[in-house]
């Protein structure tokens, strides 16, 4: 744990295109839209988190280059996790009043612990308002500064699971992005 207190996460200023994230918002509305769950028994709760997902296919573009990302990140900020799975990149819409309250990804009732989750910015940010993306430390004391690099257009963000993070509400436009989870046996 020492190692994500030292490097809590990795942010990649701007690595995808506004061509390539124009495409994949496009191929994103083309998805089944749904109400975003807060658990894995799939329970809506507007209350915690208000906003649409749909889910892209493993071994998609998107999906094999977040990959590499996430493997050149869990070595390069020495964490060594032992990653086995992982899920499918969730495509999330979050329209004007959606939000995501302050969470964990991490759950101990999957059959896989989750431990690394990542966040790509697909949207302008001057085409919305709010919707700002937060994160605390490993003890949920203090934000972490990731600005303005997290809201630049194409920047994915890594961060350990464990850590409680935030969506802001949005109060004007549309905010895009993606979001992906990468798991394995429990720690040891």
Known sequence: MRQIIKTPLSVWSEELSSDLCDSLIAEGLWLPLE???????????????????????LN???DNLLLNYVLRTNLY???NFQITDREKPQFTVYEKDAFYTWHRDSDVTRPLERKI??????SDP???EGGEFKIQDYWGEKELSIYPQAALRGT????????????TPVTEGTRY??????SGPDFT
């Open 126 to 128: 001057s085409t919305y």
């Open 177 to 182: 992005s993606i979001v992906q989870w990468y």
């Open 60 to 62: 998609t573009l998107i």
């Open 35 to 57: 109400n975003a769950t807060i658990d894995t028994e799939r329970n809506v709760n507007e209350n915690i988190r208000k906003n649409k997902v749909g889910w892209f296919e």
């Open 117 to 122: 989750s990542v966040t790509v910015q697909l």
């Open 77 to 79: 900020n020495e964490w």
């Open 156 to 167: 994915i963000i890594i961060f350990p699971s464990i850590l409680k993070h935030i969506v």
